[in-house]
Structure formats: structure tokens, C-alpha cells
């Protein structure tokens, strides 16, 4: 019988694994119009490469979740859900900073701030439910 506890999980992993894909393969494919769009700044030379990285990173991080999705019951499954939000809290804090110091950063800059922001306090309520499920069983 599945609980809310991991159905909430599986979710989270899901998402994660969709938003994070999807942002993997822009990077990958178009990092210039990617950053462009998230940043309203261009990128050039060296910064081409180092988004490609980033959007490796992020792939690997959307298929971990992806394949994690089936077994939200392990502690690895744990742990990656950790992991989440530590990207996440570096994401809003990066993209926040970003946001303050660049004049031109638009809505969809602070849609993304957003966006991390929940997904991390989703990672943190699910860790804290875990945490309080184990100490009571």
C-alpha cells in the first residue's frame, strides 16, 4: 500500500526529473538562447562549454530522479532527494543573486527563483516526514 509520504515523494521525483530534463537539453542544445531567456544576458566563448557542462549535470541529476521514481522506499532514494535540495537552495541563492545584480533579468529569472524555492521546501518537508515516520516506528 503505497502512503502519502511516498506518493509525495515519487512526485517530487518526477517533477524534478521533467524540469530538470527539459532545462538539461536546452542548455545542451541552444545554451546561448537558454541563458539568454532565463537571463536576458548573452554568453559567449568559454561560457558556451560550461553551460554544456551544467546541462550534463542537470541531465544526470533528471535521470537519477527519473529512475528513482520506482523506489522512493530506499535510502538512496533519500539521499538523492537530499541531494535535490542542496541544487535547489544553490539554485535560488545563484539565480536570486543573479536577479539582484543583473538589470536585465526578467520575470522568467525570478519564475525560476520561485520554482526552486518550492521544490526545496517540498525536499525539506518530505525529509522532516521521513525523519518523524522512522523515529516512530
Wanted: charged share 10%.
Amino acid at each position: 500500500m503505497k502512503t502519502q509520504l511516498t506518493i509525495a515523494m515519487k512526485h517530487l521525483l518526477i517533477a524534478t526529473a521533467v524540469i530538470e530534463v527539459g532545462t538539461g537539453l536546452a542548455l545542451l542544445i541552444a545554451p546561448a538562447v537558454t541563458v539568454y531567456l532565463l537571463l536576458g544576458a548573452e554568453i559567449y566563448g568559454a561560457a558556451i562549454p560550461i553551460a554544456r557542462i551544467t546541462a550534463a549535470a542537470l541531465l544526470a541529476l533528471g535521470v537519477a530522479c527519473w529512475f528513482a521514481r520506482v523506489d522512493v522506499q530506499s535510502r538512496a532514494s533519500r539521499g538523492l532527494v537530499a541531494a535535490i535540495l542542496v541544487y535547489d537552495f544553490g539554485a535560488v541563492l545563484v539565480l536570486g543573486a543573479a536577479g539582484i545584480q543583473l538589470q536585465t533579468a526578467g520575470i522568467k529569472l525570478w519564475l525560476a527563483v520561485v520554482l526552486h524555492a518550492a521544490l526545496g521546501v517540498w525536499c525539506v518537508a518530505l525529509l522532516i516526514r521521513k525523519v518523524q515516520l522512522r523515529h516512530l516506528s
